[in-house]
Structure formats: structure tokens, C-alpha cells
């Protein structure tokens, strides 16, 4: 991702001579003030510089010309930089008399290095050439209609390819369709929108999206393209474009692809492929291109039914669909769908979307590694070979080794040639209802927002309260947890029990109770522990220090364990225990039982790396504290919980 800089905003505004350049900066002026600009021709300030004015300027040889013209766009940037303004100069990139055979570019080094931003004037060449007929103000030469269009495409040509391989944003302005105070939006839009302001604003938008959905547990992220369907929305939208303006697009080709592959999936690109898709709005329908799109798009028919499940999902699951594509395509496709009101989507391709996307749990190319990385779990889906990323396997097998992604592969269609080796990139089947229940399935419980936490949770916390009331406090803390989430997460079952009345009834446990472990993790574990087992009467209970005194036959023929200590904070001696029970006992149930959890636990480290990958691994906590603080000595809490704070 990029990074600002203190570089100072230099927008030029380009085209060739009579497209109206300094007529739009003296309208610009006008309309925005300047206090955020400082307008400038480039022309005047080459005339301040040059001893003699510019027409002295104008018989100097080309050598000195361009030490000029470097002289002055560095004193258009200092200026800037001091005066903490946008600088908006007019500027040449090319002249092209008739007689000679081939253009003589003015650009300098100097330039490439001071532009941020250009925007080009694409005015009718009829135009150009009744303004050229009409100027009285200075000599021009006759040019033909034919050699003003093709200075002007060689001219934009040049302008696209420079601005794209020095990450200069850039835009081309249909003047007859684009008025002053439109092009006034546009610079105040360049002028805030920066990397730090595009976080803001996507994460502005999440949070808006998060704010219907109060009690998420799971989030599913979702890339658009070759994801959701086997179809580039992009591509599609510029080949109907092309067709809309009346031109084959294998005169432009996708001006997209030459973009990413020369800037790479930078801020920058994908703000000039915004750019660029508001360029194309000026001369399409661009809701009605949206549409015909989506019309086109079909959903894979793995994934349709793990967004109308997820849904569903009782409003612990939400869906998000991030494309770095037009949002309002997705949108349309989601809603054909009947999916719009429980699937949001985060994207771009206009300015008035505020932000652009550079992103997934689930995706299929190189820019949504980043994502996949920072999942709890990634999702690669591989397309057939004509339709998916060339550059994927070499970036994803980097992410493996340099980053410890585990992702796995899902093959849409089923016959499609996997990535790399299964061993690296497992597969796995999107219709299988067990890999749609471990997606879904939630295992992180916490009652950290509720009142019976609060209760719960005020003898733990004073200091003044010690042994056997803290004990009894932390069993009431353990029991509650029992009873309300443990009997959740591994279920209840139902049994035969004597009625007062003398016949038999229906009684109710936590399922699987005789075979199930409690684990004291001791010292501080015990009190907890006691706490579960005494809504569990029948499982057996195990006293450990270190993790190899849990033994085999403690957990052989066993459904569940259950690892219990006071407080977790990396979640270190959790992890030890479990690494030692899977080393024999890959299938068994574990769940880690806690008063209180520090939340960077499930955030970062290997207890984290764990809760991640071990999908029969859950944690349950009365609460989660961002505070890292570890107790020592006296406010240890196995010093309170049996009274050896003198001792420590």
C-alpha cells in the first residue's frame, strides 16, 4: 500500500493549444478561491524566471528551454510546499507543427517527478480548429482537422503512459460535457483524498455496515470477480462500453489491465482505475452498463448457498463482498440474488463512493493475499485455467512460506486443475455440509457486555477478597459458564429420571458427560474446574501442572476435554496442553474454559495460530480485557485465589 508523503499537490492541466487550458484555470480560480490553490500558467511563470521574458525564452536553444522549464515547475512546487496549497498549473506535453514529421515532446524529468495529479482536456477537434481560425491574440499555424486528432491522440496517448508508469492520477475531461464546477468537485475530491483518508472512509463504511449487526461472531469476506462467479465484472464492463461509443475494444484493449500490471495493486492504481471508470461515466449510462453486467452474471452454485446460509445465520454471521471493481455491478448481482438486504459490499469505481478498495477470506488472485493472511480462515478458489490468476501460484506459495498462511483450495468447477501441491494448498469441497458447518460454526464465547458478567466478575477483581471467597466466586463463575454456554457448545442430551410422583420423567445433562475430561490447570485452574464438574458430575476430573501429566488414558474413548484455568493471557501453557493432545488425539472436542482472557490471545501467537486452524478447538470466557497486564507476587491470582501472598 502506498504511503503519504509531504510531496506538495502539483495538478497540471493539459492538452493541446486551444483546448481551452487557461480559459478553465481562470474559471477554476473564480469558483474555488485561494485558499486550498495557487493557479498558475506555466507560461507566466516561465516569464518570471527566464531573464528577458519569455520572449527571450522562445530563441534559446532546447537545452536551455528545458533547464527552464524544470526551473519553473520546481518553483511551482516550492511555492506550493511553503504556501501549504494545491498547486493547479496549465501545461504542454508535446507541440506538433504539420511540417515536421514526428511531435517534439516538452516533458521534462523534472516534470514526471513534481506532477501528483493531471487531468487532460479532451475537447472536439472541430472546436480546437474554429478557436485556432478565430484567436487574434497570436499567429497560428493552418493545421488540418486530420493532424489536430492526431497530435491530440498521440498527445493523450503519451500523457496515459507516462502518468501510468510514474504514478502520476490522471483523468481525461470531456469538455463539452463536463462544466467548471464539476471540474472544481473533482480538485477538492484530489486534493482530500489521500491513503489516510481512504482508511478512514472505507472503515467509516464498515462501521455503518457493522452497526445493524450487534452480536457478529464470524465474518465472511468475499472477493467479487472469479470468486462469487466465474466472471470479470471489469472486462465486461469495458467491452460494453466500447460497444455503447461505437468502437471495438481491441483498438484500447482493457485500460485496466495495462494499469495493475504496470503500477501493480497499489492505492495509487486503484484510485486511477476509479478515475478511469468516471471518465467512461461521461460518455455511457454508466447505471445502465451496471445493470446489463450484472444481467450476465451467475453465481457459482457452491457458493450461492453459503451466502443465502450465512444470511440466515441468526445474525452471528455476517457477509461482506469486497471488490476492487464497480461496486454498483455486485450490488445489482446481490440483489437479482435476493441478497442485498444480509450481503453488504465494499467497493469503488466512482468518485462518489468516497473511497477505493485494495483488498479476502475467500479469493482468487494475487491482491487479496493480504487479506487471506490476517483470516481466521482462507479461502483460495481456483477458476479452470483460462478464467484465473497466471501470477497466483508463485505469490501464494511466498505467503505460505514467509507468512505461515495455511489457506485451502476450493475448485469451482469440481474438474478445474488445482494449485500447487494438495499438501500446500489442501482442498476442500464448498458442498460439503461439514466444511459449511466448521465456516459457520462459532467458537470464541465470551459474556464480557452482559450484567451477569458484571456481577460475576466484581469478587474477582477485588483485591481486598481472598481465598475461600475468591474460590467460591470463581466456581460461581465456572458453573455459570457451564450452564449457559458450555451446554451450547457441545450440546445437552436427555436420559431417564425418577419423578416425585413415582414415575419416570425426562432429565437433561451436557451431552457426552461420562466421557468428558475436565483439566485443572493448577494451581489457578482448580476452583474453576470444581465449578464445572459440579454441573458435570459424571465426566472425570484431572489435576495437571505440566502438560505431560495429562495421560493417555485420561482422554482415550473421550468425546470432549475441558482446559481449564483462572486467566489466559498469551494463552502459553494452553497451548502447550493442546499441542500434547493432539499429538495423539487429533478428533477430540477441546474447549478452554477461563475467568478472564486477554483479547490480544486470539488476535496474535500460537494460541491464536491455533484457535485459527484447530477447528474442534473453542475457548469460552466470562470476559475478555485488552489490558496485558500479568499479576505478580501478591496480586497473583493463584497467590489470592489460596492465600500465599505472603509467600511470593
Same mark, same amino acid.
Given at each position: 500500500?502506498?504511503?503519504?508523503?509531504?510531496?506538495?499537490?502539483?495538478?497540471?492541466?493539459?492538452?493541446?493549444?486551444?483546448?481551452?487550458?487557461?480559459?478553465?484555470?481562470?474559471?477554476?480560480?473564480?469558483?474555488?478561491?485561494?485558499?486550498?490553490?495557487?493557479?498558475?500558467? *506555466? *507560461?507566466?511563470?516561465?516569464?518570471?524566471?527566464?531573464?528577458?521574458?519569455?520572449?527571450?525564452?522562445?530563441?534559446?536553444?532546447?537545452?536551455?528551454?528545458?533547464?527552464? %522549464?524544470?526551473?519553473?515547475?520546481? =518553483? !511551482?512546487?516550492?511555492?506550493?510546499?511553503?504556501?501549504?496549497?494545491?498547486?493547479?498549473? =496549465?501545461? #504542454?506535453?508535446?507541440?506538433?507543427?504539420?511540417?515536421?514529421?514526428?511531435?517534439?515532446?516538452?516533458?521534462?524529468?523534472?516534470?514526471?517527478?513534481?506532477?501528483?495529479?493531471?487531468?487532460?482536456?479532451?475537447?472536439?477537434?472541430?472546436?480546437?480548429?474554429?478557436?485556432?481560425?478565430?484567436?487574434?491574440?497570436?499567429?497560428?499555424?493552418?493545421? $488540418?482537422?486530420?493532424?489536430?486528432?492526431?497530435?491530440?491522440?498521440?498527445?493523450?496517448?503519451?500523457?496515459?503512459?507516462?502518468?501510468?508508469?510514474? /504514478?502520476?492520477? $490522471? @483523468?481525461?475531461?470531456?469538455?463539452?460535457?463536463?462544466?467548471?464546477?464539476?471540474? &472544481?468537485?473533482?480538485?477538492?475530491?484530489?486534493?482530500?483524498?489521500?491513503?489516510?483518508?481512504?482508511?478512514?472512509?472505507?472503515?467509516? #463504511?464498515?462501521?455503518?455496515?457493522?452497526?445493524?449487526?450487534?452480536?457478529?461472531?464470524?465474518?465472511?469476506?468475499?472477493?467479487?470477480?472469479?470468486?462469487?462467479?466465474?466472471?470479470?465484472?471489469? $472486462?465486461?464492463?469495458?467491452?460494453?462500453?466500447?460497444?455503447?461509443?461505437?468502437?471495438?475494444?481491441?483498438?484500447?484493449?482493457?485500460?485496466?489491465?495495462?494499469?495493475?500490471?504496470?503500477?501493480?495493486?497499489?492505492?495509487?492504481?486503484?484510485?486511477?482505475?476509479?478515475?478511469?471508470?468516471?471518465?467512461?461515466?461521461?460518455?455511457?449510462?454508466?447505471?445502465?452498463?451496471?445493470?446489463?453486467?450484472?444481467?450476465?452474471?451467475?453465481?457459482?452454485?457452491?457458493?450461492?448457498?453459503?451466502?443465502?446460509?450465512?444470511?440466515?445465520?441468526?445474525?452471528?454471521?455476517?457477509?461482506?463482498?469486497?471488490?476492487?471493481?464497480?461496486?454498483?455491478?455486485?450490488?445489482?448481482?446481490?440483489?437479482?440474488?435476493?441478497?442485498?438486504?444480509?450481503?453488504?459490499? !465494499?467497493?469503488?469505481?466512482?468518485?462518489?463512493?468516497?473511497?477505493?478498495?485494495?483488498?479476502?477470506?475467500?479469493?482468487?488472485?494475487?491482491?487479496?493475499?493480504?487479506?487471506?493472511?490476517?483470516?481466521?480462515?482462507? !479461502?483460495?478458489?481456483?477458476?479452470?485455467?483460462?478464467?484465473? *490468476?497466471?501470477?497466483?501460484?508463485?505469490?501464494?506459495?511466498?505467503?505460505?512460506?514467509?507468512?505461515?498462511?495455511?489457506?485451502?483450495?476450493?475448485?469451482?468447477?469440481?474438474?478445474?486443475?488445482?494449485?500447487?501441491?494438495?499438501?500446500?494448498?489442501?482442498?476442500?469441497?464448498?458442498?460439503?455440509? =461439514?466444511?459449511?458447518?466448521?465456516?459457520? %460454526?462459532?467458537?470464541?464465547?465470551?459474556?464480557?457486555?452482559?450484567?451477569?458478567?458484571?456481577?460475576?466478575?466484581?469478587?474477582? %477483581?477485588?483485591?481486598?477478597?481472598?481465598?475461600?471467597?475468591? %474460590?467460591?466466586? #470463581?466456581? +460461581?463463575?465456572?458453573?455459570?459458564?457451564?450452564?449457559?454456554?458450555?451446554?451450547?457448545?457441545?450440546?445437552?442430551?436427555?436420559?431417564?429420571?425418577?419423578?416425585?410422583?413415582?414415575?419416570?420423567?425426562?432429565?437433561?445433562?451436557?451431552?457426552?458427560?461420562?466421557?468428558?475430561?475436565?483439566?485443572?490447570?493448577?494451581?489457578?485452574?482448580?476452583?474453576?474446574?470444581?465449578?464445572?464438574?459440579?454441573?458435570?458430575? @459424571?465426566?472425570?476430573?484431572?489435576?495437571?501442572?505440566?502438560?505431560?501429566?495429562?495421560?493417555?488414558? #485420561?482422554?482415550?474413548?473421550?468425546?470432549?476435554?475441558?482446559?481449564?484455568? @483462572?486467566?489466559?493471557?498469551? &494463552?502459553?501453557?494452553?497451548?502447550?496442553?493442546?499441542?500434547?493432545?493432539?499429538?495423539?488425539?487429533?478428533?477430540? +472436542?477441546?474447549?478452554?474454559?477461563?475467568?478472564?482472557?486477554?483479547?490480544?490471545?486470539?488476535?496474535?501467537?500460537?494460541?491464536?495460530?491455533?484457535?485459527?486452524?484447530?477447528?474442534?478447538?473453542?475457548?469460552?470466557?466470562?470476559?475478555? /480485557?485488552?489490558?496485558?497486564?500479568? &499479576?505478580?507476587?501478591?496480586?497473583?491470582?493463584?497467590?489470592?485465589?489460596?492465600?500465599?501472598?505472603?509467600?511470593?
Amino acid at each position: 500500500m502506498d504511503t503519504t508523503t509531504d510531496k506538495p499537490i502539483v495538478i497540471g492541466i493539459y492538452g493541446i493549444p486551444r483546448s481551452g487550458k487557461t480559459h478553465l484555470l481562470n474559471e477554476l480560480k473564480q469558483l474555488l478561491g485561494d485558499n486550498q490553490f495557487q493557479f498558475m500558467d *506555466s *507560461s507566466d511563470v516561465l516569464d518570471r524566471i527566464t531573464p528577458g521574458g519569455l520572449q527571450t525564452f522562445k530563441l534559446l536553444g532546447e537545452d536551455a528551454k528545458k533547464e527552464l %522549464r524544470e526551473l519553473a515547475i520546481q =518553483t !511551482i512546487a516550492d511555492e506550493a510546499q511553503i504556501n501549504k496549497k494545491a498547486a493547479v498549473v =496549465t501545461g #504542454h506535453l508535446m507541440f506538433w507543427n504539420e511540417e515536421i514529421e514526428a511531435a517534439v515532446s516538452v516533458c521534462t524529468p523534472m516534470d514526471v517527478k513534481v506532477y501528483t495529479h493531471i487531468l487532460y482536456l479532451d475537447l472536439h477537434t472541430d472546436s480546437i480548429a474554429v478557436r485556432r481560425a478565430n484567436d487574434i491574440t497570436r499567429a497560428r499555424p493552418a493545421l $488540418s482537422l486530420q493532424h489536430l486528432r492526431e497530435w491530440q491522440k498521440a498527445d493523450e496517448q503519451e500523457l496515459r503512459e507516462m502518468c501510468c508508469e510514474n /504514478s502520476i492520477l $490522471s @483523468s481525461v475531461l470531456a469538455m463539452d460535457k463536463t462544466s467548471t464546477s464539476e471540474v &472544481g468537485e473533482l480538485l477538492l475530491d484530489l486534493v482530500e483524498h489521500n491513503v489516510s483518508h481512504n482508511l478512514a472512509s472505507t472503515t467509516a #463504511h464498515l462501521d455503518r455496515i457493522m452497526a445493524v449487526k450487534k452480536d457478529v461472531k464470524t465474518m465472511l469476506v468475499f472477493d467479487a470477480d472469479k470468486t462469487l462467479a466465474p466472471f470479470d465484472a471489469g $472486462s465486461m464492463f469495458w467491452k460494453k462500453v466500447y460497444a455503447a461509443v461505437g468502437v471495438q475494444k481491441t483498438l484500447f484493449g482493457d485500460p485496466l489491465k495495462h494499469l495493475f500490471e504496470t503500477s501493480g495493486y497499489t492505492y495509487t492504481a486503484f484510485r486511477q482505475a476509479t478515475m478511469t471508470y468516471e471518465y467512461a461515466a461521461t460518455y455511457v449510462d454508466f447505471e445502465a452498463i451496471c445493470a446489463a453486467v450484472a444481467a450476465e452474471i451467475v453465481l457459482y452454485p457452491e457458493i450461492e448457498p453459503i451466502l443465502c446460509t450465512a444470511g440466515g445465520a441468526g445474525g452471528y454471521v455476517a457477509v461482506v463482498v469486497v471488490t476492487c471493481g464497480v461496486k454498483r455491478v455486485w450490488e445489482l448481482v446481490l440483489e437479482r440474488y435476493g441478497l442485498s438486504e444480509t450481503v453488504a459490499v !465494499i467497493g469503488g469505481g466512482r468518485l462518489t463512493d468516497g473511497y477505493v478498495v485494495t483488498p479476502a477470506a475467500f479469493g482468487d488472485s494475487p491482491v487479496d493475499i493480504e487479506m487471506m493472511v490476517v483470516a481466521d480462515q482462507a !479461502i483460495v478458489v481456483v477458476g479452470t485455467e483460462n478464467n484465473r *490468476s497466471k501470477s497466483m501460484d508463485g505469490k501464494l506459495l511466498s505467503a505460505i512460506n514467509d507468512y505461515n498462511l495455511k489457506p485451502r483450495q476450493a475448485l469451482l468447477p469440481s474438474t478445474a486443475r488445482p494449485r500447487l501441491t494438495e499438501k500446500q494448498l489442501p482442498i476442500i469441497d464448498l458442498t460439503n455440509n =461439514t466444511i459449511l458447518e466448521n465456516i459457520f %460454526r462459532q467458537r470464541v464465547y465470551h459474556t464480557t457486555d452482559t450484567n451477569a458478567n458484571k456481577l460475576l466478575q466484581t469478587p474477582m %477483581r477485588d483485591s481486598n477478597i481472598s481465598g475461600p471467597v475468591l %474460590r467460591q466466586a #470463581h466456581y +460461581r463463575t465456572a458453573n455459570y459458564l457451564t450452564l449457559s454456554i458450555l451446554s451450547e457448545v457441545i450440546g445437552v442430551e436427555s436420559f431417564s429420571v425418577d419423578h416425585v410422583q413415582g414415575t419416570k420423567a425426562e432429565g437433561w445433562r451436557i451431552r457426552d458427560e461420562g466421557k468428558t475430561t475436565i483439566v485443572a490447570l493448577m494451581r489457578g485452574g482448580e476452583p474453576m474446574a470444581f465449578g464445572i464438574s459440579d454441573a458435570m458430575p @459424571s465426566a472425570m476430573f484431572v489435576h495437571a501442572r505440566e502438560a505431560e501429566e495429562l495421560k493417555d488414558h #485420561h482422554l482415550a474413548g473421550q468425546k470432549t476435554v475441558i482446559l481449564v484455568d @483462572s486467566v489466559i493471557n498469551a &494463552g502459553k501453557s494452553a497451548s502447550e496442553f493442546i499441542q500434547h493432545i493432539r499429538k495423539t488425539f487429533a478428533g477430540i +472436542r477441546i474447549v478452554v474454559v477461563a475467568g478472564v482472557a486477554n483479547a490480544q490471545c486470539v488476535r496474535k501467537g500460537d494460541f491464536a495460530e491455533m484457535m485459527r486452524s484447530d477447528l474442534d478447538l473453542y475457548l469460552v470466557t466470562l470476559r475478555f /480485557s485488552e489490558n496485558s497486564y500479568t &499479576g505478580t507476587k501478591g496480586v497473583d491470582t493463584g497467590n489470592r485465589l489460596f492465600n500465599t501472598t505472603h509467600l511470593a
